[in-house]
């Protein structure tokens, strides 16, 4: 037995020994992103195998080595509940020295294991001025080898307390992906810091824009600086914010400078290290400094006329593709027809594709599912539209293609996507819904043998002497179609004459479609959809203002909304209520606290604020 337990733990050490030879050989490369002229640094190649029967690596350029390589191995052996696992590795790292400012190639490290041939993958090193024009023994993580390319605290300078902080010490570049675009057309702005002094904090937001659609780009991290060589100096960088814009008005736009407020570290001399150790004070100050990000202007091109009409609004690149479920159904039985937009561009402001039912069909608003997110080129993913419809009476019926027109930003034409067309087979169905429209043909039995029907009761006889030409009956014949006529006549001309006035028609429905989207708010509120209840809150208010003003969508902004009710002398302090309650739902979107409390107020605000409004403007 005791021979036995022997033989099985040299079996299990064997295998652990060779376990190594049949996993896959992976060669990696660790070092820093970035180093300075005269920085000495270290490169490492890392093997996760020791069956090594030769290495070697090409030249290296732009520095020069000092020490290397230098190998060493390392092995790890667990066993948890059973299972064993082992690993190992040899490393072999080399000291070098910046020599030359420029972007090199690392080069390649080329290993043999059991007959096989492995290499690294590439890698680049930047080697930035030494602007400080002294030698620099191991400045900028030199000694440091990660797989992480941040630069260490010594890049940054803390300045003395006092010290002027210049606007070339610390400022930010703002960029824009292209300067001139179309209506519609995404946008990225990208605010990037750049820095000489320590900055511990910094913040700043774009202001809410009248003419553009703004999406931030979520940064799961904060910000980590990297060396860049610029203006003749080795700054800290980092992208601090990203934001990507629909321009909603053609023209130039501006999108105003952007003010930051940051905190620079700055070194304290008057104050002992001692005390200030013990509680005596603090041997750094903080400094506030205000930064302002530059204005960019964007020139707005017009999309081109005449507009197919059936376009979407969309702007971008996009797929459509449709689903009918179920295909074969019973009468006044509803069915779903599935239509997904997937691509990029301005995907919350499009409208859904075209659905064309067949007469019988009673169809119902689509439902929308938003599955984009934000990203550099705009807002990809899909959305996702369910068309409802019920068949009321049985037979085989053809949807026609679904159609999506949009505008490519890369072919700079309009497109309209079609998918397939899609067959529907209705049976009867049970209960009244055949009874609701024409009897079918298997509902009708030929009765030619019966006997008709036989009137009963007494007889009625008509005079000779009466005659119906001349009588009241007779006249009246005549004359009620005549007057039914001209009713008929004066009310479709006052209809006619209602419906060649549009603007005033928008001014009419103002109101009944305000209080519709209220009403689709009020029940997103109570499913605290918090982000949809602000938006059809939003779109409720600004519509009914559009529509009752006669303001263009390009026109509505809070500027023209207040002199066009100035014009209408709508009181004052009703407008700013109006103003008010907009800006209030602007707020309320990014605004901490209880999302419901806030909702039952806006939503009350803007119900009654539009009943106010409308109220007034019908005494004018």
């Not at 309209?416 to 009897?439: E, F, M």
């Not at 999302?595 to 409308?614: F, G, H, Q, W």
Request: with cysteine; proline share 5%.
């Amino acid at each position: 037995m005791r021979h036995t337990r022997i033989f099985l733990f040299g079996l299990l050490l064997t295998f652990v020994a060779i376990l190594p030879v049949f996993s896959q050989v992976t060669v990696k490369v660790q070092s820093p992103s970035e180093v300075v002229e005269g920085d000495r640094f270290r490169i490492a190649y890392v093997v996760n195998t020791t069956d090594l029967s030769d290495f070697s690596v090409g030249e290296f350029q732009g520095a020069t080595v000092l020490f290397g390589p230098m190998q060493s191995t390392s092995s790890s052996f667990s066993m948890v509940n059973g299972k064993t696992t082992s690993s190992s590795s040899v490393t072999f790292t080399y000291t070098l020295q910046a020599d030359k400012a420029g972007t090199y190639k690392i080069p390649v490290a080329t290993v043999v294991s059991d007959g096989k041939t492995y290499q690294s993958p590439s890698r680049t090193l930047t080697i930035l001025h030494n602007t400080a024009g002294v030698p620099r023994s191991s400045g900028g993580g030199g000694g440091q080898v990660d797989d992480h390319d941040t630069p260490q605290p010594d890049r940054m300078r803390t300045q003395q307390a006092g010290e002027r902080i210049s606007g070339s010490d610390l400022f930010i570049a703002v960029t824009a992906s292209k300067k001139r675009v179309f209506e519609q057309e995404a946008v990225l702005l990208t605010y990037k810091l750049y820095t000489l002094v320590s900055v511990s904090e910094m913040t700043g937001k774009m202001p809410e824009l009248d003419n553009l659609y703004v999406q931030e780009l979520n940064r799961k991290q904060q910000p980590q600086l990297k060396m860049e060589h610029y203006n003749g100096k080795n700054y800290g960088t980092a992208v601090w914010s990203q934001y990507v814009v629909f321009p909603q008005k053609t023209g130039k736009l501006t999108i105003p400078a952007i003010r930051f407020d940051a905190v620079v570290l700055q070194r304290n001399r008057s104050i002992d290290p001692w005390d200030a150790f013990f509680g005596g004070g603090s041997t750094v100050t903080e400094v506030k400094k205000v930064i302002m990000a530059p204005e960019v202007v964007l020139q707005v091109d017009e999309l081109p006329t005449p507009k197919p009409a059936n376009f979407s609004g969309a702007v971008g690149r996009f797929q459509l593709s449709t689903s009918l479920t179920p295909e074969s159904l019973k009468a006044n039985d509803a069915l779903t027809l599935r239509a997904t937009v997937t691509g990029t561009g301005n995907m919350k402001l499009m409208k859904a594709p075209v659905v064309k039912w067949p007469a019988d069909f009673e169809s119902y608003s689509p439902k929308t599912e938003d599955k984009t997110k934000i990203g550099a080129n705009g807002l990809s993913g899909s959305m996702i539209f369910d068309f409802i419809a019920v068949p009321r009476h049985a037979g085989n019926y053809e949807v026609p293609p679904v159609e999506f027109c949009y505008f490519d930003t890369e072919s700079r034409q309009y497109k309209t996507l079609t998918d397939q067309t899609h067959n529907v087979a209705v049976a009867k169905g049970s209960g009244g819904g055949s009874s609701s429209g024409p009897i079918s043909k298997e509902d009708i039995e030929l009765l030619g043998s019966d006997i008709r029907y036989i009137k009963s009761g007494a007889p009625h006889y008509q005079s000779d002497d009466a005659s119906f030409f001349g009588s009241l009956l007779y006249w009246t014949y005549y004359i009620v179609p005549l007057l039914g006529f001209l009713i008929l006549a004066i009310a479709f001309r006052r209809y006619a004459v209602a419906n060649a006035d549009v603007v005033g028609r928008k001014g009419r429905k103002a109101s009944k479609a305000a209080t519709k989207r209220l009403k689709l708010a009020r029940r997103l509120m109570q499913k605290q959809e918090a982000n949809a209840f602000y938006e059809e809150t939003m779109k409720a208010l600004w519509g009914y203002v559009g529509d009752k003003l006669n303001i263009p969508v390009s026109e509505l902004s809070k500027e023209n909304v207040r002199e066009r009710l100035a014009e209408k002398q709508v009181d004052s302090q009703l407008v700013d209520e109006f103003i008010s309650t907009l800006d209030e739902c602007e707020f309320a979107r990014f605004a901490p606290g209880d999302p419901a409390d806030t909702m039952d107020k806006l939503y009350a605000s803007a119900e009654d604020v539009i009943n106010k409004m409308e109220s007034d403007l019908r005494r004018k």
